[in-house]
């Protein structure tokens, strides 16, 4: 496998459920990232992980919780969501040398699509 | 006050002519990043071509083309010769600065859904 895969592509939850989010790259980087892409609102920054390390929170409320074992493995744990957690969750990774002058595009996945019931 | 604005939600185009996707920016960080992904229904977020602040010259990758006008804060993406695969949801995206931390955060604008005719 190549590039970044994400796991299950599609999850239909109760808002009582606990269900995890899996990420995988296979590009060697060391950056991960968790976006979350609701209808009609740009792309919002959920996670940073860097070297395995959180580096970003964004106000993200914590029935959302990150979890980074290695730095090709990203999980998101899912508990008591909210109908308005529905939305379309995206890992990314990027390889980043800091201090040089790069492109630093995000790698994404193709998403898991979220429902929350 | 927004980022990144893209104030065409839905953009038609003919087969094999030429289409402008627009893209205004704010920030006072003289060194940053302008990127473009299309994302097709399959949901995954593909890279297109990137401009860096103090290129001088308009980045091309293929038939993308980036017009990149500092002074206007803009960064309009020109797709020559459209085809029905460019048919997607397209994202302007932002990095201010340079890398830091050893990531990369990038602030994504609303989209615009491009829709090709045959």
């Known amino acids: 496998e190549t590039g970044v895969t994400q796991t299950p592509r599609h999850l239909v939850m109760g808002m009582t459920n606990k269900k995890s989010l899996k990420c995988e790259q296979h590009l060697g980087h060391n950056a991960m990232y968790w976006y979350k892409q609701s209808a009609k609102k740009p792309l919002e920054l959920m996670f940073v992980y860097s070297l395995e390390e959180r580096v970003e929170n964004n106000s993200v409320p914590s029935r959302f919780s990150p979890e980074c074992p290695n730095s090709s493995h990203l999980f998101l744990h899912l508990h008591t969501l909210q109908p308005e957690d529905s939305a379309l969750y995206l890992c990314?990774?990027?390889?980043?040398?800091?201090?040089?002058?790069?492109?630093?595009?995000?790698?994404f996945g193709e998403g898991s699509r979220l429902t929350v019931l | 006050a927004q980022k990144i604005t893209q104030t065409q939600p839905g953009m038609f185009v003919q087969e094999k002519e030429a289409v402008t996707l627009d893209c205004t920016y704010d920030t006072s960080d003289p060194s940053y990043g302008l990127f473009w992904y299309k994302q097709p229904s399959s949901g995954e977020m593909i890279f297109l071509i990137y401009q860096g602040s103090y290129d001088q010259q308009n980045a091309t990758e293929g038939r993308y083309s980036l017009n990149f006008q500092k002074a206007r804060k803009s960064a309009n993406l020109v797709i020559s010769a459209s085809q029905l695969g460019d048919s997607a949801m397209y994202f302007c995206a932002m990095r201010e600065g340079f890398v830091s931390g050893g990531y990369n955060k990038l602030i994504f604008g609303a989209g615009t859904r491009l829709a090709v005719h045959p």
């Open positions: 990314a990774s990027s390889q980043e040398n800091e201090g040089a002058i790069n492109t630093g595009e995000l790698f």
